[in-house]
Structure formats: structure tokens, C-alpha cells
């Protein structure tokens, strides 16, 4: 095939490609128009597909009325905060662990190593109850070693009576339970490719050259982790009782109820909960699509 069959090629898959891609912003379209319609119209179900595409009478006022009706900056601050320690956390534990499995040498690493891949077959939920009792227990457990801490007492920020509350140190109802057993995943330890330089300490290597060299898999990760745990449903059900240590996706819930769903203020909020992890995405998106391709390159 010569360069002018090619372009004609090319000219003739980008329609389709178009075709492809306005599938995908076909939901964000529709999720836009139900966030800025009245509530009849968000609950109705007779209407043509143009009028659930297009309201005739945009209410910008949902966006307010989300913050208004639940402590929607709260829970924003609590998926911010439980997001970036988590995606911290695991970046930096799992290059360290990639670091230790692939360049340094020690008894029994082969082992450990076959054990640490095997710990990425098994189900989250299956995890999900020795973490939540691991998490109930702790408290008793510091107790014991430490017994002079009251670690289930709540703790507050301030102390007048417009204290903030943040929970506990540890145990249920914590930002400890919400984000200590997410710092720690296999899925991130495969980004080592690094040669050894003489004459530099062990930390000296892994700072200055593999943490460099791996920055698009570095990226990678914590997109991906950032998602995972900006999204994160079950397990902050799961651990938390309190309103204020609710995340987002929890927080969600508030405009569901058993007889009917305020889909106009739910959309809304949906919306306001994805600039974060388009944020992510466009500051790593190089690094991101570097990591992509990288393993396609020959020589």
C-alpha cells in the first residue's frame, strides 16, 4: 500500500472513528441535560428523545441546590483527602516493592514475590470481611499495647462547640480505615526498568534513576488509582456510620429515596464529581499515553 491508498484509508476511517467517539459522550451529554432540568421533566419518562436531550428550561440552580440540601462540600473534602493519600500511599509502596522484587537480592525473594502475585487473584470482596474485622479490632489491640490512648474516643478539630468532627485514630469510623488498606496493592509493582549505577546507595538508585525512568507507569497507577478510589463505594459503606466522614459516592444516596430518585440533583452532583479525576487525567495524560505506547517501541 502506497502513502496516497493509505490517506485515502485513513480519510475514510475517520467518520467512523467520529461515529465511535460520539457514542462515548452520548451519557455525559444526557447526565448535562438531566442535571439542568426541573424535577418533573428529570422524572417523566413519556417525553420524545430530543426533549430528554435538550430541556427547554436550563436551572442552573440544581448546582446550588445540591450544595444546599446535603453537606456536599464535606463530602468532597473526604474523597479528596481518602483519594490523594490513597494514590500516594500506593504509588510510593508499590514502587518500592518493585524496586525490592527486581533489583535487590535477598533470602527467600522469589517466594515472597510468587506470593505477592498471587494476592492480585483474589477478589476484593473476598478480602472485604477480614479487613472490616482487622478494622473493628484495632482499637482493642492498640488498647492493649498502649493502653493509656483512648483510641475509640472521637476526635474533633477546635475545641469549642463548632468543633469540627473527624472521627476516630483508628478502628471503624476513621480515615485510617478509609484509606490504610488501600495504601497497599500488588497491582503497581511491575515498572521496573532501571539499570544499576555504581558507586549509588540502594535509596540513591531507586530516587534518582527508577523513579525518572518509570514515571509513565508511575502515571499510570495513579490515574488509575486515583479512579478507583475517587469512585470508591462499598468499602466507606462499609466502615463508616458517621455523615461527616461519608465520601461522594456514599453522599449520593441522600437524593435517592424509597419512593422515587431526584434525578436533576443527582446528575448535578454527578457532575461536580468528575472534574477532579478530569483534572487527574489532563495533568498525567501525557505520561499516561507515554505508558501506553512504551511497551510498543522496538529496540
Same mark, same amino acid.
Given at each position: 500500500?502506497?502513502?496516497?491508498q493509505? !490517506?485515502?484509508?485513513n480519510?475514510?476511517?475517520h467518520? /467512523?472513528?467520529m461515529l465511535?467517539? *460520539?457514542t462515548?459522550? &452520548? #451519557?455525559?451529554?444526557?447526565?448535562?441535560s438531566?442535571?439542568?432540568s426541573?424535577?418533573?421533566?428529570?422524572?417523566?419518562?413519556?417525553?420524545s428523545?430530543?426533549?430528554?436531550?435538550?430541556?427547554?428550561?436550563?436551572?442552573?440552580?440544581?448546582?446550588?441546590?445540591v450544595?444546599?440540601?446535603?453537606?456536599?462540600l464535606?463530602?468532597?473534602?473526604?474523597?479528596?483527602?481518602?483519594?490523594v493519600?490513597?494514590?500516594?500511599?500506593?504509588?510510593?509502596?508499590s514502587?518500592?516493592?518493585?524496586?525490592?522484587?527486581s !533489583?535487590?537480592?535477598?533470602p527467600?525473594?522469589?517466594k /515472597?514475590?510468587?506470593?505477592?502475585? *498471587?494476592t492480585?487473584? &483474589? #477478589?476484593?470482596?473476598?478480602?472485604?470481611?477480614?479487613?472490616?474485622?482487622a478494622m473493628?479490632?484495632?482499637?482493642?489491640?492498640?488498647?492493649?499495647l498502649?493502653p493509656?490512648?483512648?483510641?475509640?474516643?472521637?476526635?474533633y478539630l477546635?475545641?469549642?462547640?463548632?468543633?469540627?468532627p473527624?472521627?476516630?485514630?483508628?478502628g471503624l469510623d476513621?480515615y485510617f480505615?478509609?484509606?490504610?488498606?488501600g495504601m497497599?496493592?500488588?497491582?503497581?509493582t511491575?515498572?521496573?526498568?532501571?539499570?544499576?549505577?555504581?558507586g549509588?546507595?540502594?535509596w540513591g538508585i531507586?530516587r534518582?534513576?527508577i523513579?525518572?525512568?518509570s514515571?509513565?507507569?508511575?502515571?499510570?497507577?495513579?490515574?488509575f488509582?486515583?479512579m478507583?478510589?475517587w469512585g470508591?463505594f462499598?468499602w466507606p459503606l462499609?466502615?463508616?456510620?458517621?455523615?461527616?466522614?461519608?465520601?461522594?459516592?456514599?453522599?449520593?444516596q441522600?437524593?435517592?429515596?424509597?419512593?422515587?430518585?431526584e434525578?436533576h440533583?443527582?446528575?448535578a452532583?454527578?457532575?461536580?464529581?468528575?472534574l477532579?479525576i478530569?483534572?487527574?487525567?489532563l495533568?498525567?495524560?501525557?505520561?499516561?499515553?507515554?505508558?501506553?505506547?512504551?511497551g510498543?517501541?522496538?529496540?
Open positions: 500500500m502506497n502513502l496516497s493509505a !490517506r485515502r484509508l480519510v475514510l476511517w467518520p /467512523v472513528l465511535m467517539g *460520539a462515548f459522550l &452520548v #451519557p455525559l451529554f444526557f447526565m448535562f438531566t442535571a439542568l426541573d424535577p418533573a421533566r428529570a422524572m417523566r419518562a413519556t417525553d428523545i430530543l426533549d430528554m436531550l435538550w430541556p427547554k428550561d436550563w436551572r442552573w440552580e440544581n448546582f446550588a441546590e450544595w444546599r440540601l446535603v453537606p456536599f464535606r463530602y468532597y473534602a473526604n474523597s479528596l483527602i481518602i483519594a493519600a490513597v494514590t500516594t500511599g500506593q504509588v510510593f509502596t514502587a518500592c516493592a518493585a524496586y525490592a522484587f !533489583r535487590l537480592q535477598w527467600g525473594r522469589d /515472597v514475590f510468587l506470593a505477592y502475585l *498471587a492480585m487473584m &483474589v #477478589p476484593n470482596a473476598v478480602t472485604m470481611i477480614p479487613n472490616f474485622m473493628k479490632l484495632l482499637p482493642e489491640w492498640l488498647s492493649a498502649l493509656g490512648v483512648d483510641w475509640m474516643a472521637m476526635r477546635g475545641t469549642n462547640e463548632g468543633a469540627t473527624v472521627g476516630r485514630l483508628v476513621s480505615a478509609l484509606m490504610i488498606p497497599f496493592s500488588a497491582y503497581g511491575f515498572l521496573d526498568e532501571a539499570a544499576k549505577i555504581d549509588c546507595t540502594y531507586f534518582h534513576v523513579l525518572p525512568l514515571l509513565p507507569g508511575l502515571a499510570t497507577l495513579t490515574i488509582t486515583f478507583g478510589n470508591s462499598l462499609v466502615v463508616t456510620n458517621q455523615t461527616y466522614l461519608r465520601t461522594l459516592p456514599v453522599g449520593l441522600a437524593f435517592q429515596g424509597q419512593y422515587g430518585t434525578w440533583l443527582m446528575m452532583a454527578a457532575l461536580l464529581m468528575l477532579p478530569l483534572i487527574v487525567f495533568i498525567g495524560q501525557r505520561f499516561f499515553i507515554q505508558g501506553l505506547t512504551i510498543g517501541v522496538k529496540g
